[in-house]
Each structure stands twice: as C-alpha cells, then as structure tokens.
C-alpha cells in the first residue's frame, strides 16, 4: 500500500470525514428497452407515464421504446435503491409491454421499427429529437438501443471545505479532488467491467453492417466465451470519431478545452451527412460530437444544469458538482437491475480512487488504459489475461487485489459509528473477491451458464427474467402515489411549455451552439 493512500486515509480519518455517509448523496438512472411479443414496442411512449421532456421520474433516452427511470438524489444506498424499485413497480403496472432486463436488446429485424423519441413541438423537446436524429446517422439507430444504469454520485461543500483545511476559495480544490477520482476511476475502470459486466452476448441481428468479431453461440446469437461486457465494446458505445479525441483530466481548464474541442472540429464523415435533409435539420452540427453528451466516457464530471443551459459553460464557471459512472451494465437477474452490494463496492472503489494519490494523464496511460479495458471486455474472464501497468504485464488477479487491498483499508479506517457501513462494504467486498477467484460467479459468465443449461436464446434468457421481474411488480404493494402524480403533473407541464411564444427553431439552434 502506498504512503500517499495511507497519508490520505489518516488525514480523513482525523478530520471526521472517513465516514463518506455523511457527507454524500446518489442518484441512479436506469435504461430498458419496452418490448412486445419479443420485438422493440412500436408504440408511443405510454401516457401513462407521462411527458417523457418533463416528468423527472420516467423519461426517454434514444428511442420512443427506450426508458430511462430516474431516482431523486438521496442521503443512503437504501433509499436510492427503494426509489428505483418503486418507479420500477409503477411502470411494471402501468404499461402493456414488457420491460427488458438486459442491456443488450432484443432481436430487432431492422433499424426502421427504431423509433426516434418525441418529445413534442417545444424548442427543448424539438433539440433532443434532432440530437437523436443526428445520433441515427452517425452510428445508426441499433448501437443506440444498449442500456445500463448510470451512478451519480456526490461529496457535499462541508466534505471538501473541511479536508482542505483553509478559509480560501474551495471549489477549485473540490474540482481537483473529483478530476483525481476520475483519473484513479479510468485507471482501474477494467476491473468494473470485469466484475459486473452483463452483456457477453448479442442477437445476431445486432451485428449487421457491423464488425463481426464474435463467435456463433446458437443459430440466433453471438458471443465470446470470456466476454464480459460488449455493451462497451466497438459494438456498443463506441465511436471511432471519438478514438483520438484522448480527453484529459489533469485539470478542469484542460478538460473544457478538449471538450470545447470536440464541439466545434468539424468531422469530414459527419460534414458529409449534411444538416439537413430535404430542408429538415438531421444533425444539430457537424462536429466530432454534437453536444456534451455524445462524449462515450465510463466516468464524467457533472453538475446540475438548468433548462437551455450548455454544461460545458456551467462546468466552467462553478465547477464540478457530482460524477457520474456510466459502465455498469443491467443485470438480468436481479429485479431493479442493481443492488445494495453492487452500490457499495462502487461507492467505496469510488472513495479509494478519490483519496488514492493523484494519477496523470499522458498518451501511453491513455492508451493502456483503453487497451486493458478492450482486453477485459473481450476476455476478463479468461485466466491468462494480462493488463498493462506502466508498460509492464500484471495479472487480474494481482491487479484486482491492489484494489480489494485498498477498499478493505478504507472500510477498516472508519469509525465504530460506522459500523453497518463498514459491515456492508466488507461484505460486498467478499462477493466481489469471489468472482476473480471464479469467473463463473460474475454476471456475464452466470448468463452463458443459464444459457447454454437450458439451451436458450438471448432472446429467451432475456424474456424469463422479464416475466419473473412482471410476476414480482405486480405484487409490489409500496405506495407509488409520489411518482403517478408527477406523471399526470408533467403532462400539464409539457402542454404549459408548448403554450409558450418562442423563436422559430433555426434562431433558437444557433442561439444553442454559439453559447460556448
């Protein structure tokens, strides 16, 4: 164990600021595809849900089938999960489809039943749709329909004002200490993959016009045999636009440059689309990414933006709120896709990777990182697999302990207040040891096992989970009362907001990409 790590463990430890409980708050979001008789729904987005542009608990992400259910941020692990549980439990009850448990989709035969959200005829609703549009061209609409759940997690002003120990101006410290939690994050970001990747499969209708590196499984599907998680594979959220961008996060300044960069260098490919279409707009711009979010990152710096706002500018001008983690696949089998043991790994492994001493970024670490998260999705379980450390080889199992070492220091380090905090770290930290020693135990290896006992399809796999997740919400007996009335509220909300005179949206767009 470094001396840096343990200087930082005994300094927060002193300070009263080891017991990250009291100190932060999460949010999780999580995407499913809605599907019907084993297709993609064709369906508009239930009313019964709401307006997906203004309900804060159930909204829409690339297409009109693809959920994204959203909990409010929280004080506990516990309630986080609840909530979810909850938005899961309504929508279960309040839709005809099925909602799918994988984040791999179901076979879809072709990328025209990909519906593109609509989120109405307001300025906002018109700018998401065309994002979307804009998305279907570059990489076509069937990358688009992977899902997974993405962590937001936060340390309050308190939590940073008090480690840093003086009366000046905390935020850039508070930036610093989030971007050297970014930087330890991606550093050993492979071993997430490895641990609850979820995707080691895809439907062969997945792969057209794609490249194929897989291996036939069954008549209807393709894999790998130690693959993980291809969600975040070349087949899933990747861009070869985005491959030299090689974004730093040294410092924020740096990071807002190489963003901003990436908003306004025109890409030939993209110039080649065009903007617009038989006089309709089909890409917000022809830039290597069209807003912040097109950026494929397994980690971001966040903050909470007002509507209309661009965040690249908010993150400029008050710094960095929150991060948000974004490569944790569904799981299949469990009902709200995540659990207790799941989220406290994270949030420890997100607490080491904080205090950890700080982790540069240069172009030889950038590339090791990419490649050992390449090799992880590809082969994490195979028990030969080397990964890259500084230009030497090192194996999963001893690079995965560093990092079981250091989590386990954490949670011994904090009080006896803290007990059941520390209980539930060690705890998971126990499960997650388990699958290095067995790669059976992880996820990906879990479904190619239920797979191949029962000679199913993806398809199939994925639909018995999905009626014993129906069986289960359908009896979920906890008051959703909270979420039914922000869906009836957001209608009147979304119909408010098309009420309003607004520029014609050609002002409104250039308005929108000149406001970095």
């Known amino acids: 164990m470094s001396k840096a790590f343990q200087d930082s463990l005994k300094k927060l430890s002193d300070l009263n600021l080891i017991d990250f409980s009291k100190f932060s708050k999460r949010g999780i979001e999580k995407e499913s595809l809605r599907v019907n008789n084993a297709n993609i729904s064709s369906s508009d987005h239930p009313k019964s849900l709401g307006a997906a542009l203004t309900n804060p608990f159930i909204t829409t992400d690339f297409s009109e089938a693809l959920l994204e259910l959203i909990t409010q941020k929280s004080s506990s692990i516990e309630k986080s999960l609840s909530d979810l549980k909850l938005i899961l439990a309504f929508t279960h009850q309040n839709i005809d489809d099925v909602i799918w448990p994988g984040s791999i989709p179901c076979s ?79 550093k050993n970001a492979w071993l997430l993959i490895y641990l609850f990747g979820a995707s080691p499969v895809v439907p062969n209708t997945f792969l057209t016009n794609r490249n194929n590196f897989l291996d036939p499984l069954n008549s209807k599907d393709s894999y790998l045999k130690n693959a993980t998680c291809l969600r975040m594979s070349e087949l899933g959220y990747m861009s070869e636009a985005q491959d030299n961008l090689n974004i730093a996060y040294n410092n924020l300044d740096e990071y807002i440059s190489d963003l901003k960069h990436a908003l306004t260098k025109k890409h030939a490919p993209y110039e080649k689309i065009g903007l617009k279409k038989n ?96 090799n992880t999705v590809r082969n994490g379980r195979d028990p030969n697999l080397l990964l890259k450390r500084d230009g030497k080889t090192i194996s999963v199992k001893s690079a995965a302990e560093e990092v079981f070492n250091k989590i386990y220091d954490f949670a011994c380090a904090l009080p006896i207040e803290a007990n059941d905090l520390k209980n539930n770290i060690l705890k998971s930290l126990e499960i997650q040891k388990s699958k290095v020693i067995d790669s059976n135990l992880t996820p990906s290896g879990m479904i190619l096992k239920e797979m191949e006992e029962k000679n199913i399809t993806w398809d199939e796999f994925c639909d018995n989970k999905a009626q014993e997740n129906i069986t289960y919400y359908k009896a979920f007996k906890k008051d959703t009362t909270n979420i039914k009335i922000a869906s009836e509220t957001s209608i009147k909300d979304l119909m408010n907001l098309e009420s309003l005179k607004e520029v014609d949206f050609d002002t409104f767009l250039k308005d929108y990409l000149n406001a970095i």
């Not at 006089?279 to 917000?284: A, P, R, V």
């Not at 009902?335 to 043991?341: C, H, L």
Request: proline share 2%; charged share 25%; net charge negative.
């Open 279 to 374: 006089d309709k707009h089909i890409q917000i711009n022809d830039s290597v990414i069209q807003i912040e979010n097109e950026y494929y990152s397994s980690i971001r710096p966040k903050r909470v933006i007002k509507s209309g706002q661009r965040p690249i500018n908010v993150l400029r001008d008050q710094g960095i709120e929150y991060v948000e983690v974004r490569c944790l696949d569904n799981n299949p089998f469990l009902e709200g896709s995540i659990d207790k043991n799941t989220a406290y790994f994270i949030e420890a492994y997100l607490m080491i990777s904080l205090i950890d001493e700080s982790y540069s970024f240069d172009e030889n670490r950038i590339e090791e990182i990419q490649e050992n998260w390449q």
């Open 108 to 186: 879809i035969q072709n990328e025209a039943d990909i519906r593109i959200a609509n989120y109405g005829t307001s300025n906002s609703g018109r700018l998401k749709e065309l994002y979307r549009i804009g998305l279907s061209y570059r990489y076509g609409s069937m990358m688009q329909c992977v899902s997974g759940i993405h962590y937001n997690f936060s340390l309050n002003k308190d939590f940073f004002k008090k480690w840093q120990g003086s009366h000046a101006v905390f935020q850039p410290f508070q930036d610093d200490k989030y971007l050297n939690l970014i930087r330890n994050f991606r």
